[in-house]
């Protein structure tokens, strides 16, 4: 019988737990600092979807709907119910961002209340030129009175879709071609 009882004796060990606390207080801390220094940035797109006829009716009683077409020669801004506003031949091989912005900065002057724009791409368009595209669109750089400058808000709402077809000669830059050839 006393055989029995140092058996149960011994079963009963402490769990020595001081190692896994040591190593939470080192790791608490860490994981909490790093948290604040690794921040995500999202940006909500909404993808085009198929045009219904309740769709049409709002888009008609907007002032202006505005597209950015991106091609390899040029950026076109366009309102979908009058056409071209302006087409930006690029300069030296890439996309006049600065002439677009300026194109986008006064048509959000004359319709302050419109967020909306669509990007519409070729199906090769670099990832950069439409990154680069969408940051220009969504905010611009304005001047202060006091000299410095802010990030001023132009169209934050942005869709993203296909081109048309580039009926245009790669080196027509004048609006006339541009609507003859959509015609």
Do not use: C, W
């Not at 994981?31 to 940006?43: D, E, H, N, P």
Request: glycine share 4%; proline share 7%; net charge negative.
């Amino acid at each position: 019988m006393n055989r029995r009882s140092r058996r149960k004796h011994h079963a009963e060990a402490e769990i020595n737990i001081t190692a896994f606390m040591n190593l939470m207080v080192v790791l608490v801390p860490f994981l909490l600092i790093t948290a604040v220094f690794s921040q995500i940035s999202i940006l909500e797109l909404n993808l085009p979807a198929t045009i219904s006829t309740p769709q049409q009716e709002e888009e008609d009683k907007k002032p202006i709907v505005l597209e950015v077409l991106i091609y390899k020669n040029r950026l076109e801004v366009v309102d979908r119910q009058t056409g071209p506003l302006k087409i930006i031949q690029n300069v030296d091989g890439k996309p006049d961002f600065e002439s677009m912005t300026t194109t986008l900065k006064a048509v959000k002057n004359r319709f302050p209340e419109i967020t909306e724009i669509t990007l519409l791409m070729e199906p090769n368009t670099p990832y950069e030129i439409l990154v680069t595209t969408m940051d220009k669109v969504r905010l611009a750089e304005q001047s202060l009175e006091d000299g410095t400058s802010e990030q001023a808000e132009l169209f934050p709402d942005i869709s993203i879709g296909d081109a048309p077809a580039d009926t245009a000669s790669p080196d027509s830059s004048s609006i006339s071609q541009v609507q003859g050839g959509d015609a």
